[in-house]
């Protein structure tokens, strides 16, 4: 289930213009380079900017969250059209294998209990390739 802040389209439509120093994506993309990583999922993917950005510079990228209305703003962007968006949660991988997952921004502090996490963690591990990686940040916690 989506958060409400997420999944309400007024709000979904401010996320970028609150947040417009996206700096922070600079190392994301470093280590999708430095891992040689030709296929990105991007967990909690908000409004797209990451998939697209990498989209635009020809990497394969899946963007997934349960916030249609954030989906919505993401397929507004350039490179949209090169993304799979998918709508659903970190479980719901569907079989998904990439070489690296991304959980940009506070993602990975959606999951407040020790058991989503591990849930969470066991769907991740299940979806990367071998020697594949996840990154994630915390912020503030
Ligand atoms: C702070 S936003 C970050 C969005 C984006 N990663 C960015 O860097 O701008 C957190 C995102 O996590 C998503 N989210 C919440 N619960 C989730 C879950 N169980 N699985 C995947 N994403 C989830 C929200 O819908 C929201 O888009």
């Known amino acids: 289930m989506a958060d ?3 999944e309400n389209p ?4 401010i996320y970028d213009p609150f947040d ?3 700096s922070d994506l600079d190392l994301y993309e470093s280590m999708v380079n430095e891992f040689d990583a030709h296929t990105v999922l991007d967990i909690g993917c908000g409004t797209g900017t990451f998939a697209c950005r990498l989209a635009v510079k020809g990497i394969k990228v899946i963007g997934l969250d349960p916030a249609e209305a954030s989906l919505k703003v ?3 962007k350039q490179g949209a059209d090169r993304v799979r968006w998918i709508h659903g949660n970190a479980l719901d991988l569907r079989h998904l294998k990439v070489g690296l997952v991304t959980m940009t921004a506070n993602v990975a502090q959606v999951f407040l ?3 989503e996490w591990s849930e ?3 769907a991740i591990r ?3 390739r071998p ?3 996840l990154v994630f940040e915390t912020r503030k916690p």
């Open 10 to 13: 007024r709000l979904a439509s």
């Open 4 to 6: 409400e802040i997420f």
């Open 20 to 22: 417009s120093d996206r």
């Open 74 to 76: 993401a397929k507004t």
């Open 126 to 128: 299940d979806t990367l």
């Open 113 to 115: 209990t020790d058991k």
């Open 120 to 122: 969470t963690l066991l």
């Open 131 to 133: 020697s594949g990686r």
